[in-house]
């Protein structure tokens, strides 16, 4: 069917109210590799995924006894390779002499067990692997170091585990990668969870999503609604029928996990112009608000950015108290509808206050002191209405970003950085949004510069092929080392992002001080409240607002803003 044909007959669909989503908006992820036809867990299997055209492929993997990752679905060997011991209580070399092909076809006789490296490097550009972590948290290290070094993104990298243990240990080990805590809806002995039941244990193992059994008499239009209304991706496995893949389509699964991934493809309806997602860093869910688009007709729409540190809630401010002047925030933000919000000094109750009060916003936020609850949270909110969380993360400005309430350098007190994926739901051919929301030290000069550094790391590390947009108060100006090193020229080599605001003005003002005291109204002093966005937007517009009310301020911080506009037609 020709492209215009096509396109016409979805837009008429969407507008009629058709709930038929395509197949190229999820990912189709292959279940221990193309199992179906070849070997589970096996080179030879994910090599053929590859081929069929998955977008990502599933394994599962033990911990050998000399502590190495080997790929395999059950405890016992005897299975897969008529050999009645346990992985864990072989070396990797006496796992070697095993044939884990001959059982599934003659033609695989001599394929041997591999190990976690070998399948990461089978794994190509915009594609990515879920790793199935079948044993306990002590598999943990050695996962952490084999992820740490293998030469891939992080987003092409999740972890899936049913172990809410393994998957709270291994989003703390490493923030940056995608985990999702599987689940069976199907009924046993015990009745299925429910929704407030997942939930809770979701926010408590810090969870990316869920991975669920493809259970529809369990997993309906409002379970499913309640879940991805929680910020949480949803996954589905293991769908091998059209009918039933198509139920979970019309639920809005990001993902769904199957042992045919060619034939399940062929089988569901397509946009008819390619096999493959979009080559992002992240899945696109099923649906979104707007008709399909392409890169050639896709309007571009602004994205309102708003970054504010908003005084934590406890300080002994008096007539300044967050009590009573926590509604003038809220109507700062209100007025103002930002896209993406990032806000600094925010303790739970603040964090809780806005999250109820915004309606449409989903928020993402951790405590600095301990990964949780504990001290001020680099809060992200983005209006879910426009916006889909893809994952996200947290890290520490530190020498071990990876641990919460670590410290380094000179730095006076705990500080870190949060971040989200995003997909643009009104713009569905646009890359992933990345954005993080930061707080730098207020007195230690070298924090500042290595914070400003592991930044800038970090945006490249997991904002590779991403429209990328950084919030933060940043606690020095921009005449400082700081500065240049997370806008400036570094090595050689430009940097990720740009300042917004100096973009909107060239010339420097006499009044763009942020850091305001409670006293209303311009000021001098340093801009120390920024905005940085990628090379691809086009600063629309970038403002320090001077908000009051009768003379009170929202904050001691004057928010900052920034209109964004990028179109997939403009050149990245």
Same mark, same amino acid.
């Not at 109750?349 to 001020?376: H, M, T």
């Not at 989200?420 to 510069?449: C, M, W, Y």
């Given at each position: ?54 977008? &990502? ?6 911990? =050998?006894? /000399?502590? $190495?990752? +080997?790929?395999?679905?059950? #405890?016992? %060997? ?74 891939? &993104? ?6 899936? =585990?049913? /172990?809410? $243990?393994? +998957?709270?240990?291994?989003? #703390?080990? %490493? ?398």
């Amino acid at each position: 069917m020709p492209r215009a044909v096509w396109t016409l007959y979805l837009c008429l669909l969407w507008l009629c109210g058709g709930s038929i989503a395509p197949v190229n908006a999820v990912e189709i992820i292959a279940h221990r590799g193309a199992s179906h036809d070849a070997p589970e867990n096996t080179l030879a299997s994910l090599r053929l995924a590859w081929e069929q055209g998955a977008d &990502a492929v599933e394994f599962d993997v033990y911990l =050998s006894a /000399d502590q $190495r990752i +080997v790929l395999m679905h059950d #405890r016992s %060997l005897l299975r897969t390779t008529g050999v009645d011991r346990s992985v864990q209580e072989l070396s990797l070399e006496e796992l070697r002499t095993l044939d884990v092909g001959r059982w599934k076809d003659p033609r695989y006789t001599g394929e041997r067990i591999a190990t976690l490296e070998e399948a990461l490097s089978t794994v190509p550009a915009g594609k990515r692997v879920l790793i199935e972590v079948k044993s306990g948290p002590e598999t943990l290290p050695e996962l952490q170091r084999v992820i740490k070094t293998a030469k891939l &993104a992080p987003a092409q990298t999740a972890v899936i =585990s049913f /172990d809410p $243990r393994v +998957v709270a240990e291994c989003k #703390r080990r %490493l923030p940056e990668v995608a985990v999702y805590w599987i689940v069976s809806l199907k009924p046993t002995k015990q009745p299925a969870p429910t929704v407030e039941q997942l939930l809770k244990t979701a926010r408590r193992i810090n969870a990316d999503g869920l991975d669920l059994s493809a259970t529809p008499e369990i997993l309906t239009a409002e379970y499913s609604q309640a879940l991805k209304s929680a910020g949480l991706g949803l996954y589905v496995w293991t769908v091998n029928d059209p009918q039933l893949a198509r139920q979970m389509l019309d639920l809005g699964v990001e993902g769904l996990t199957t042992d045919r991934p060619g034939w399940l493809r062929e089988q569901l309806p397509s946009r008819g112009d390619s096999n493959a997602l979009p080559a992002h860093d992240a899945p696109l869910s099923a649906k979104g608000e707007t008709p399909p688009a392409t890169a050639e007709t896709s309007p571009a729409l602004p994205l309102r950015v708003m970054s504010y540190n908003i005084r934590y809630g406890t300080a002994d401010d008096g007539p300044n108290h967050w009590k009573l002047r926590k509604s003038l925030l809220l109507q700062t933000i209100s007025k103002f509808k930002p896209d993406l919000l990032g806000t600094q000094e925010t303790l739970a109750e603040q964090r809780d206050f806005l999250r109820d009060n915004l309606p449409g916003y989903q928020v993402l936020a951790v405590g600095r002191d301990d990964g949780r609850e504990a001290g001020e949270m680099t809060a992200i909110y983005y209006n879910a209405d426009r916006l889909e969380k893809l994952w996200g993360g947290h890290f520490w400005l530190s020498e071990r970003p990876d641990q919460p309430g670590s410290k380094s350098w000179d730095t006076s007190l705990t500080r870190m950085a949060s971040w989200v994926k995003l997909r643009d739901k009104r713009q569905p051919a646009s890359p992933p949004i990345l954005f993080l929301n930061t707080h730098f030290d207020h007195r230690g000069e070298q924090a500042q510069l290595e914070s400003a550094r592991l930044i800038r790391r970090k945006l490249t590390e997991i904002g590779r092929d991403c429209l990328v947009v950084v919030t933060g108060d940043f606690n020095c100006g921009e005449e400082s080392p700081p500065y240049q090193a997370l806008f400036g020229i570094e090595s050689d080599k430009e940097s990720p992002i740009r300042d917004t605001y100096r973009l909107a003005f060239p010339q420097r003002g006499e009044n763009e001080g942020t850091f305001n005291s409670f006293r209303p109204g311009p000021n001098g002093g340093s801009r120390i409240d920024w905005i940085g966005a990628s090379p691809a937007w086009r600063v629309e517009q970038a403002e320090i607002l001077h908000a009051e009310t009768d003379g009170r301020t929202p904050s001691d911080h004057h928010p900052v803003t920034a209109i964004l506009l990028h179109s997939p037609s403009m050149a990245k």
